[in-house]
């Protein structure tokens, strides 16, 4: 990879603007399957809630992240409620949201044509992988310092919203579809 | 005088709708009624019927309004195809249950997942007339002129968890479930309406098929 200089604040264009989504979703995890539905809306107070349920109404969980970026969780069936489920949750959902970028520490680099816009984080780092323009998204990962621990997709804005989002991770067998319903 | 009387007559009625439903009053013939209700379902072998499903969502302040039809046949068979907004089949077969989302199909055991067999549980004895049984809730029944409210209260570990009440109303008319509402203890509901019912309508039995 070589270092290069990059316009940040084109990512912005990337930044889905969730007033209110609704997502249908298929998760496969060390083989099993899951479907439901993902709500994603922005509250009155800036904070934005996800909440998935399934398809008949039983709720799996209700995330919120508050104006100030702070994670909360307001509920979360048993089965989920394991402190490793819920970081790399709170981290894959973190990644799409684009909130935790701060120019001041950011780098780029190149590699194959592509431009990787590298923001720091507490543990790691997030890459929001543009063509050499900068105009178009490839992909987002979630890096350690060594690896890269989940790759996403999100793809076909429509008024700001992606209409598909997909999340792998390459660790373990832990993937999320996303595709967005029209109500 | 007239004064109090009137703050009275508001504060009963505030209570009134706490304590109870609106609009309905406690079952005078709680036995009278177990009867009626048992010999109804005795008496209707199959459901067709098209459903609205509203989930709300109280703090959120949304709600996700699904429609589908909805099959039942006795015994103990059910299927839920939801076609709008979304696609999903549900279809439970004595102690299994088939799910087929837009991509995948899935055979649970309800012997092995406990969620699904209490909802099977529930769905059943409503549509057969044994919810009134069912020793997992504590139940009351409540009537208006069209209608019964059966509600129940789960006191068993596992369903308080899910629930805080369940209500299933009743049309008085050929006492068949016109709606299932669950509570959730967050404050948040699935309200299940059951429209256009067509009782002992010929109900292939491959609709109930699991492979």
Known sequence: MQPVTADFRKLQQFKPVFTVALYNTQVDVAGNHLSGLLLIKRMPDSSLRMLFSNEMGFKFFDFEFGADGKFKVHSVIKQMNRKAVLKTLKNDLALILMERMDISTAFARKNNGLLYHIFPQKKGYHYYITDSSGNELVRLERASGKKIIAETVMLNYINGIPDTIGISHKTFEFNIGLKRIER | ?211
């Open chain 2, 1 to 211: 005088m007239r004064k109090i009387v009137t703050i009275l007559v508001f504060l009963a009625a505030g209570f009134w709708a706490n304590a109870q439903y609106a609009g309905f009053i406690p079952v005078k013939d709680m036995d009278k009624f177990k009867v009626a209700f048992a010999l109804a379902a005795q008496k209707t072998n199959s459901i067709k019927s098209d459903f609205v499903q509203e989930k709300v969502l109280s703090m959120l302040s949304e709600k996700i309004i699904s429609k589908g039809r909805f099959w039942f046949k006795k015994d103990n068979r059910v299927r839920m195809e939801y076609y709008h907004p979304y696609q999903y089949l549900m279809i439970l077969n004595k102690d299994k249950v088939y799910v087929k989302d837009g991509q995948k199909e899935n055979k649970i055991s309800t012997r092995s997942n406990k969620m699904f067999q209490q909802i099977n549980k529930i769905m059943v004895d409503c549509m057969q007339g044994t919810a009134l049984n069912n020793t997992d809730f504590k139940t009351r029944v409540f009537e208006n002129k069209n209608s019964s409210l059966v509600e129940l209260v789960p006191v068993t570990k596992g369903l308080k968890e899910l629930f805080k009440a369940i209500t299933v109303t009743i049309d008085n008319k050929d006492f068949s479930v016109s709606v299932i509402e669950m509570q959730e203890l967050s404050g948040d509901n699935t309200i299940i309406r059951f429209l256009n019912k067509n009782l002992n309508a010929d109900i292939q039995d491959m609709l109930f098929f699991i492979k």
